[in-house]
């Protein structure tokens, strides 16, 4: 019954790895985004894809890739991973022309 | 540019008494805005919307926000607060042809009992 999943939970891991987080909506919606939480909790766009191709990349560095297989999934790979890039990330997902965004729980980076 | 300000990062309050969780917007267009909530380690909940259909937007679990033009606020009230409202709250806005989300910085919701 999940609407928005995200996988893994939590994810640690050293400097200089390649990770993948998968986010995987079963509401039907065309928009998918990436959102990133700091530490001070403040949320911030980072991509928005909308029935498979990027509409949105909010100055993200290179190292950070989405791929969207399908309409239902948006999977972020980040490469070269550096202490800066841990926090919370969320993936959520709208219909097509509706604002409201459903969440998921959010996958806990920790860069080491 | 769209932005949203939350003009208290804590605010504290005894089981039982009133919630309120000020929320100011810019104003270029006619804004949808939302209020989320985020419990500790989980995902963000869609709390309310408003979409110029009603100024007084009811949510959920007892929450409402009444949208002020004249003074560009959205600000989220509960008549009487319950421990387990204590969660972190963010007023989020969206503007027409912007497809994405700006979110305030959000407000710690503490309950005592």
């Known amino acids: 019954d999940t609407a928005v999943s995200q996988t893994p939970k939590y994810l640690v891991t050293q400097m200089g790895n390649d990770k993948s987080i998968k986010c995987e909506q079963n509401?039907?919606?065309?928009?998918m985004y990436w959102y990133k939480q700091d530490s001070k909790k403040f949320l911030k766009i980072m991509f928005s894809y909308n029935n498979k191709e990027l509409i949105i990349n909010e100055t993200v560095p290179n190292r950070f890739s989405p791929k969207s297989p399908d309409k239902a999934h948006l999977n972020l790979h980040i490469n070269s991973l550096e202490l800066g890039d841990s926090a919370v990330y969320f993936c959520?997902?709208?219909?097509?022309?509706?604002?409201?965004?459903?969440f998921g729980p959010g996958t806990r980076l920790t860069v080491l | 540019a769209q932005s949203v300000t939350q003009l208290d990062s804590h605010v504290s309050v005894s089981e039982g008494t009133p919630v309120l969780l000020r929320c100011n917007y810019s104003s270029s267009y006619s804004p949808s805005l939302f209020w989320y909530v985020q419990h500790p380690n989980k995902g963000l909940q869609l709390l309310l919307k408003y979409t110029s259909a009603a100024t007084l937007v009811k949510g959920i679990n007892g929450f409402e926000a009444e949208f002020k033009k004249s003074e560009t606020s959205f600000h989220l009230t509960k008549p009487s607060a319950h421990m387990s409202d204590a969660a972190e709250y963010f007023c989020?806005?969206?503007?027409?042809?912007?497809?994405?989300?700006?979110f305030g910085k959000g407000t710690m919701l503490l309950v005592s009992p």
């Open positions: 959520a997902s709208s219909a097509r022309g509706a604002d409201t965004q459903y």
């Open positions: 509401l039907g919606h065309d928009t």
């Open positions: 989020v806005v969206s503007y027409p042809g912007y497809s994405t989300l700006t």
